[in-house]
Protein backbone atom coordinates (compact mmCIF):
# COMPACT_ATOMS: atom_id res chain seq x y z
CA UNK A 1 0.00 0.00 0.00
CA UNK A 2 1.00 3.64 -0.89
CA UNK A 3 0.10 6.47 1.98
CA UNK A 4 0.08 9.94 0.94
CA UNK A 5 0.29 12.58 3.22
CA UNK A 6 -0.02 15.89 3.16
CA UNK A 7 1.25 17.73 5.79
CA UNK A 8 1.36 21.59 7.03
CA UNK A 9 4.93 22.28 8.79
CA UNK A 10 4.38 25.40 10.92
CA UNK A 11 7.57 27.85 10.76
CA UNK A 12 5.71 29.67 13.36
CA UNK A 13 5.49 27.07 16.31
CA UNK A 14 7.02 24.17 15.01
CA UNK A 15 3.73 21.95 14.50
CA UNK A 16 2.82 19.37 12.25
CA UNK A 17 -0.59 18.98 11.32
CA UNK A 18 -2.35 16.87 8.81
CA UNK A 19 -4.24 18.01 6.02
CA UNK A 20 -5.02 14.60 4.09
CA UNK A 21 -4.39 11.51 3.33
CA UNK A 22 -4.96 8.80 -0.05
CA UNK A 23 -4.02 5.16 0.03
CA UNK A 24 -3.35 3.55 -2.82
CA UNK A 25 -3.48 -0.31 -2.69
CA UNK A 26 -2.25 -2.96 -5.99
CA UNK A 27 -5.61 -4.62 -6.04
CA UNK A 28 -3.66 -8.14 -6.72
CA UNK A 29 -5.73 -8.02 -10.58
CA UNK A 30 -2.83 -7.10 -12.56
CA UNK A 31 0.26 -7.98 -13.95
CA UNK A 32 4.08 -7.62 -13.04
CA UNK A 33 4.06 -4.87 -15.67
CA UNK A 34 0.79 -3.51 -15.08
CA UNK A 35 -1.20 -2.40 -11.91
CA UNK A 36 -4.47 -2.01 -10.71
CA UNK A 37 -4.92 0.05 -7.51
CA UNK A 38 -8.12 0.75 -5.36
CA UNK A 39 -7.82 4.44 -3.97
CA UNK A 40 -9.13 6.01 -1.02
CA UNK A 41 -9.75 9.56 0.43
CA UNK A 42 -10.13 9.62 3.87
CA UNK A 43 -11.79 11.90 6.15
CA UNK A 44 -9.19 14.60 7.79
CA UNK A 45 -8.38 13.05 11.32
CA UNK A 46 -10.47 9.83 10.90
CA UNK A 47 -10.23 6.73 9.47
CA UNK A 48 -13.50 7.40 7.19
CA UNK A 49 -13.49 6.81 3.72
CA UNK A 50 -14.96 9.42 2.01
CA UNK A 51 -13.88 8.95 -1.84
CA UNK A 52 -12.98 5.87 -3.66
CA UNK A 53 -11.64 5.57 -7.08
CA UNK A 54 -9.58 2.71 -9.33
CA UNK A 55 -6.26 3.49 -11.70
CA UNK A 56 -6.29 0.39 -14.17
CA UNK A 57 -3.65 -0.32 -16.25
CA UNK A 58 -0.65 1.57 -14.85
CA UNK A 59 2.76 0.68 -16.00
CA UNK A 60 4.15 0.68 -13.11
CA UNK A 61 7.99 -0.52 -13.94
CA UNK A 62 8.28 2.22 -16.89
CA UNK A 63 6.04 5.70 -15.29
CA UNK A 64 6.85 7.13 -11.71
CA UNK A 65 5.05 7.12 -8.45
CA UNK A 66 3.64 10.60 -8.97
CA UNK A 67 2.12 9.50 -12.11
CA UNK A 68 0.08 6.88 -9.80
CA UNK A 69 -0.94 9.81 -7.30
CA UNK A 70 -1.77 12.15 -10.29
CA UNK A 71 -4.00 9.50 -11.56
CA UNK A 72 -5.32 8.40 -8.56
CA UNK A 73 -6.10 11.97 -7.55
CA UNK A 74 -8.29 12.13 -11.19
CA UNK A 75 -10.07 8.89 -10.49
CA UNK A 76 -11.42 9.99 -7.38
CA UNK A 77 -12.25 13.84 -8.26
CA UNK A 78 -13.07 12.98 -11.39
CA UNK A 79 -16.98 13.91 -11.01
CA UNK A 80 -16.50 17.66 -9.71
CA UNK A 81 -18.28 20.31 -12.22
CA UNK A 82 -16.43 23.54 -10.31
CA UNK A 83 -13.04 23.58 -8.61
CA UNK A 84 -14.03 26.25 -6.05
Do not use: C, P
Amino acid sequence: MIIVKVELHSAIDKTIQELARMYISNDGTGTEEVGNYKVELLKRGTTSVYRVGKVLNHARKRLSVWILVVKALGSVFKDLKEWN
